[in-house]
């Protein structure tokens, strides 16, 4: 037992390491995070997800917002790092279902962009951050 958990240590280590070579700048990224991602997914997280009822034009207005938000928010996260962008690009996707569900008041296309947008924020923070 104790042998996997220090193999576990290790394998994770290595990862560390193996992710600070090409490291990233981190330079105002908190503050986009902040200002910007968060407040947008958590209005885009806060709608509901089981409603049998469409939408009424309050909440539509929020999506367009917070969708907007995540749109301005990604020119300045661009980095050099083709890892990095991938998960910046498939961010880039999701957000255009949620645009575009907007647009066509689609509350099926807006549920996708809704599922798929947590994906590239839980996988960047797990590479890029330790923890
Ligand atoms: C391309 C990489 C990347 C993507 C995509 C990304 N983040 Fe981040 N995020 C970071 C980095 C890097 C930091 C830490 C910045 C620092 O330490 O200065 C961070 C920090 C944060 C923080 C601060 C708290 C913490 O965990 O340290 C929050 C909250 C956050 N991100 C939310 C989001 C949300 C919500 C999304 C998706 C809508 C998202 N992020 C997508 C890279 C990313």
Redesign the pocket.
């Known amino acids: 037992m104790k042998r996997v958990l220090l193999l576990f240590l290790i394998f994770h280590l290595h990862l560390f390491a193996q992710d600070t070579d090409d490291s990233?700048d981190?330079t105002g990224?908190?503050q986009v995070?902040?200002t910007l991602?968060?407040p947008?997914?958590n209005t885009i997280w806060e709608v509901d997800y089981f409603a049998t009822e469409p939408y009424d034009d309050q909440t539509w207005q929020g999506i367009s917002v917070a969708s907007d938000q995540?749109a301005s928010a990604l020119p300045s996260?661009a980095r050099d790092n083709a890892r990095?962008m991938n998960?910046?690009n498939?961010?880039q996707n999701a957000n255009n279902k949620i645009r575009d569900s907007v647009e066509f008041k689609d509350m099926v296309l807006f549920l996708q962009g809704y599922d798929e947008?947590?994906y590239?924020?839980e996988d960047?923070?797990t590479e890029?951050?330790s923890y």
């Open positions: 990233v981190f990224v908190m995070m902040m991602l968060t947008a997914s995540i996260l990095w998960y910046l498939e961010l947008i947590y590239p924020c960047c923070h890029f951050l």
